[in-house]
């Protein structure tokens, strides 16, 4: 059922966009869609469940079970009243059990899944068979997804599901619906791999996506061959969806929100500014309590920056309230805590700065009383207004004395490394990146205009307005592999935040890092050092003990990464292979081998680029004579007809004089009316050896217009050559 719609096994290079207005983000958030099918929903008038409070027999989970002396009660169920959506909704303390019956029909089986809200930990069984366990709570709806051996158990008819959950402390909440889903339960797939031993990664990451209800990920490989150090991308792909419509893939260059994990990434931002270095203090057990400042190491940062206050070295003893003074954002007049003029560097860091909370964002009257306090209006809220915030509110707790994990001290953090940096995004980009060439990190909602109103002119998610909208990080494949690569430096991903956000309100990206080595030769000495990297839009996503030396297979990462460790050596080199075009049935292209001197291609040139075909030994050679500015300037054409709408495969033959790239393109032709849309498109590396390319399109239309063109200006005089061309259906 699940199927990867177009993995390349190709040679590309990861191609980014250049500014964050040409970016194409992800617009999940984990805010998700109500499902438009419910199956069974749940609510205070849908599904009627059996219920106890009473540990039951080890059987309950069974269709066979008598739960006939159990209690009758309405979703949803919650053991603080604070939690009640409504007055038929059923009280619990603690732990309850629960049992309904849900019928289905054959269509319904395929697509089924769960959505619902919980507090804190629930397990859910279908006849008998796990279909989900999460720990931790959400504090919105969200899809649950569904086991694959749960889908399994499924048939026709009546089904039993049976429910545990377990809320150790206040508040707890329980509601779930069956609904059908067929977008989360079939994911496409984007983005390449360089060795055909590795594509079953898709299958696999699709199907644990699916299975957790994730309508969004990204997930990269990398490889170090430790010989020589020749580093490569090894598999790099797009799962899921853009958008809450569930209609445009997410591609393998598509970029996510962080949410919570720019904390780590704005954390090494600042330390690495710093003269003097925050130095781990663990606890009796070995584990991570807090860091301490040591203005001993370090002295000789070459990344230090100059305190403007002190004209010295930046140190993480620094006072942090004379910093935000000399940059205009509060005055001493303006603080209400006298205990605030001793906050440190080193307190902001280790959450110890003692600051009140910004206001709850789904709270209006908190919002409303954040502005009120300030004297401003919401289209007037800025990072220097929510600096105002902090200082001017009492503290909850002396500084430095104890650790409070909040988004409030990260924010001055954010709020200092833009002024000291020159700017927050140019020094994330140009210096904590520095030398990766990376262009795909970008902070979001960079003009007030874009954040305050939505099209409708109404207030546009004033959470933002209060905490995080001009500093939210959006960041793709490519800079969270670079990001991990550095992690042992500065500290990102790895180590105390391994496991990015376990974001109870969903609202942004889990980001995950895993890197270990394996010895092939066992000569004791390891041959290659792997590494992964995922972002993830949602939470409760089942990471966990990546980092130990025996993986927990209930992982999703643990058990990627056993599996990677038991390929054989030559899955880490990159292969290709390709049968020849004329002996493939269902070929789109006419004169795939140009045995007829490519009587159905022409080279099309545009603007100020030119070029002509030429045919010897059976293949395409584009002449460029003139590149152009762009690609597209200079372009071998071939029409096709796409008489049915699927996806296809498009695979070739491609070499050039020189090592360059071009663009691959299926799209409308657009000499009768206009109409050059383009269906899918890739840009590729080509070298000077022939090699054969295959790519994956998706979601192609029915056309008898289409075309198929080969993009190879802006090069220079450097041609290019093609040959054993097939596009079919996949």
């Given at each position: 059922m699940l199927k990867?719609?177009?993995?390349?096994?190709?040679?590309?290079?990861?191609?980014?966009?250049?500014?964050?207005?040409?970016?194409?983000?992800?617009?999940?958030?984990?805010?998700?869609?109500?499902?438009?099918?419910?199956?069974?929903?749940?609510?205070?008038?849908?599904?009627?469940w059996r219920y106890t409070e009473n540990q039951p027999n080890s059987d309950w989970v069974n269709p066979s079970f008598d739960d006939s002396g159990w209690q009758i009660g309405h979703g949803g169920f919650y053991d603080n009243s604070s939690n009640s959506i409504d007055d038929n909704t059923t009280p619990f303390d603690d732990t309850v059990w629960l049992r309904t019956e849900v019928e289905l029909t054959h269509i319904e089986i395929e697509s089924a899944m769960f959505w619902g809200r919980w507090d804190d930990n629930i397990e859910i069984y279908i006849n008998g068979i796990e279909a989900v366990v999460k720990n931790g709570w959400v504090s919105t709806y969200r899809y649950l997804g569904m086991s694959d051996s749960a889908r399994n158990?499924?048939?026709?008819?009546?089904?039993?599901?049976?429910?545990?959950?377990?809320?150790?402390?206040?508040?707890?909440?329980?509601?779930?619906?069956?609904?059908?889903?067929?977008?989360?339960?079939?994911?496409?797939?984007?983005?390449y791999s360089k060795n055909p031993q590795l594509n079953w990664i898709s299958n696999y990451a699709a199907a644990a996506l699916s299975e957790n209800g994730i309508p969004a990920a990204s997930l990269a490989i990398t490889r170090r061959r430790v010989q020589d150090g020749d580093t490569q991308v090894m598999y790099a792909a797009g799962f899921g969806?853009?958008?809450?419509?569930?209609?445009?893939?997410?591609?393998?260059?598509?970029?996510?929100?962080?949410?919570?994990?720019?904390?780590p990434v704005s954390f090494a931002a600042l330390k690495r500014m710093l003269t003097g270095r925050?130095?781990?203090?663990?606890?009796?057990?070995?584990?991570?309590?807090?860091?301490?400042?040591?203005?001993?190491?370090?002295?000789?940062n070459p990344n230090a920056v100059t305190n403007p206050v002190t004209g010295s070295d930046l140190t993480c003893a620094d006072n942090v309230l004379d910093l935000l003074s000399y940059y205009g954002a509060v005055n001493a007049n303006e603080v209400s805590d006298s205990r605030a003029f001793n906050i440190t560097i080193t307190d902001i860091l280790n959450f110890q700065s003692g600051f009140t909370a910004r206001p709850n964002p789904q709270n209006t009257t908190e919002v409303n009383n954040y502005y009120s306090h300030l004297g401003i209006t919401a289209q007037e809220s800025s990072p220097?207004?929510?600096?105002?915030?902090?200082?001017?509110?009492?503290?909850?707790?002396?500084?430095?004395?104890?650790?409070?994990?909040?988004?409030?001290?990260?924010?001055v953090v954010r709020f200092l490394v833009g002024k000291l940096g020159n700017g927050l995004e140019n020094y994330l980009q140009n210096q904590l990146l520095s030398g990766s060439s990376h262009t795909d990190l970008?902070?979001?909602?960079?003009?007030?205009?874009?954040?305050?109103?939505?099209?409708?002119?109404?207030?546009?998610?004033?959470?933002?307005?209060?905490?995080?909208?001009?500093?939210?990080?959006?960041?793709?494949?490519?800079?969270?592999?670079?990001?991990?690569?550095?992690?042992?430096?500065?500290?990102?991903?790895?180590?105390?935040?391994?496991?990015?956000?376990?974001?109870?309100?969903?609202?942004?990206?889990?980001?995950?890092?895993?890197?270990?080595?394996?010895?092939?030769?066992?000569?004791?000495?390891?041959?290659?050092?792997?590494?992964?990297?995922?972002?993830?839009?949602?939470?409760?996503?089942?990471?966990?003990?990546?980092?130990?030396s025996q993986p927990d297979t209930q992982y999703i990462d643990s058990n990627l990464r056993i599996k990677l460790l038991d390929l054989p050596v030559t899955a880490w080199e990159p292969q290709q292979a390709s049968s020849p075009c004329s002996t493939q049935s269902g070929n789109l292209i006419g004169d795939c081998t140009f045995t007829a001197n490519g009587s159905v291609w022409s080279v099309d040139s545009y603007n100020d680029g030119s070029g002509y075909a030429s045919y010897s030994n059976q293949?395409?050679?584009?002449?460029?004579t003139q590149p152009g500015a762009e690609h597209w300037y200079v372009q071998a054409v071939t029409p096709v007809a796409t008489s049915s709408a699927g996806n296809y495969i498009l695979t070739f033959q491609a070499r050039a004089e020189n090592s360059r790239s071009i663009v691959v393109n299926v799209g409308h032709d657009g000499s009768d009316d206009g109409n050059w849309e383009s269906y899918y498109q890739e840009e590729i590396e080509i070298t000077q050896s022939?090699?054969?390319?295959?790519?994956?399109?998706?979601?192609?239309?029915?056309?008898?217009?289409?075309?198929?063109?080969?993009?190879?200006?802006?090069?220079?005089?450097?041609?290019?050559?093609?040959?054993?061309?097939?596009?079919?259906?996949?």
């Amino acid at each position: 059922m699940l199927k990867w719609n177009y993995i390349s096994t190709v040679f590309l290079t990861l191609f980014f966009h250049c500014n964050s207005q040409a970016i194409e983000r992800t617009d999940l958030d984990g805010h998700f869609s109500t499902p438009s099918t419910y199956i069974a929903e749940g609510g205070a008038n849908g599904i009627t469940w059996r219920y106890t409070e009473n540990q039951p027999n080890s059987d309950w989970v069974n269709p066979s079970f008598d739960d006939s002396g159990w209690q009758i009660g309405h979703g949803g169920f919650y053991d603080n009243s604070s939690n009640s959506i409504d007055d038929n909704t059923t009280p619990f303390d603690d732990t309850v059990w629960l049992r309904t019956e849900v019928e289905l029909t054959h269509i319904e089986i395929e697509s089924a899944m769960f959505w619902g809200r919980w507090d804190d930990n629930i397990e859910i069984y279908i006849n008998g068979i796990e279909a989900v366990v999460k720990n931790g709570w959400v504090s919105t709806y969200r899809y649950l997804g569904m086991s694959d051996s749960a889908r399994n158990a499924l048939h026709t008819g009546t089904n039993t599901i049976a429910v545990k959950v377990n809320s150790p402390g206040d508040p707890g909440f329980f509601d779930v619906s069956v609904v059908s889903t067929p977008a989360i339960a079939d994911l496409p797939v984007s983005g390449y791999s360089k060795n055909p031993q590795l594509n079953w990664i898709s299958n696999y990451a699709a199907a644990a996506l699916s299975e957790n209800g994730i309508p969004a990920a990204s997930l990269a490989i990398t490889r170090r061959r430790v010989q020589d150090g020749d580093t490569q991308v090894m598999y790099a792909a797009g799962f899921g969806y853009m958008e809450k419509e569930f209609d445009t893939p997410v591609r393998h260059d598509s970029i996510f929100r962080l949410a919570s994990v720019d904390k780590p990434v704005s954390f090494a931002a600042l330390k690495r500014m710093l003269t003097g270095r925050m130095v781990k203090h663990l606890d009796e057990n070995g584990n991570l309590d807090y860091y301490y400042c040591d203005a001993s190491l370090d002295q000789n940062n070459p990344n230090a920056v100059t305190n403007p206050v002190t004209g010295s070295d930046l140190t993480c003893a620094d006072n942090v309230l004379d910093l935000l003074s000399y940059y205009g954002a509060v005055n001493a007049n303006e603080v209400s805590d006298s205990r605030a003029f001793n906050i440190t560097i080193t307190d902001i860091l280790n959450f110890q700065s003692g600051f009140t909370a910004r206001p709850n964002p789904q709270n209006t009257t908190e919002v409303n009383n954040y502005y009120s306090h300030l004297g401003i209006t919401a289209q007037e809220s800025s990072p220097t207004q929510l600096m105002k915030w902090y200082f001017s509110n009492n503290l909850t707790r002396d500084p430095g004395t104890s650790s409070q994990y909040n988004s409030d001290g990260a924010a001055v953090v954010r709020f200092l490394v833009g002024k000291l940096g020159n700017g927050l995004e140019n020094y994330l980009q140009n210096q904590l990146l520095s030398g990766s060439s990376h262009t795909d990190l970008h902070i979001a909602h960079e003009y007030p205009d874009e954040r305050v109103v939505d099209s409708s002119g109404n207030l546009r998610e004033p959470w933002y307005l209060t905490h995080s909208a001009p500093f939210d990080f959006w960041i793709g494949l490519d800079d969270a592999m670079a990001l991990a690569a550095s992690a042992e430096t500065i500290g990102v991903f790895k180590g105390i935040y391994g496991y990015g956000r376990n974001d109870g309100g969903m609202q942004g990206t889990q980001a995950v890092t895993s890197e270990f080595g394996k010895d092939y030769d066992n000569d004791g000495m390891e041959d290659y050092v792997l590494n992964y990297t995922w972002l993830i839009s949602g939470s409760n996503f089942p990471f966990g003990q990546a980092e130990s030396s025996q993986p927990d297979t209930q992982y999703i990462d643990s058990n990627l990464r056993i599996k990677l460790l038991d390929l054989p050596v030559t899955a880490w080199e990159p292969q290709q292979a390709s049968s020849p075009c004329s002996t493939q049935s269902g070929n789109l292209i006419g004169d795939c081998t140009f045995t007829a001197n490519g009587s159905v291609w022409s080279v099309d040139s545009y603007n100020d680029g030119s070029g002509y075909a030429s045919y010897s030994n059976q293949e395409l050679r584009i002449n460029v004579t003139q590149p152009g500015a762009e690609h597209w300037y200079v372009q071998a054409v071939t029409p096709v007809a796409t008489s049915s709408a699927g996806n296809y495969i498009l695979t070739f033959q491609a070499r050039a004089e020189n090592s360059r790239s071009i663009v691959v393109n299926v799209g409308h032709d657009g000499s009768d009316d206009g109409n050059w849309e383009s269906y899918y498109q890739e840009e590729i590396e080509i070298t000077q050896s022939m090699k054969s390319y295959t790519l994956y399109l998706p979601k192609i239309p029915t056309d008898n217009n289409a075309r198929l063109d080969f993009n190879v200006g802006n090069a220079g005089i450097n041609d290019v050559f093609i040959d054993e061309i097939y596009l079919g259906k996949d």
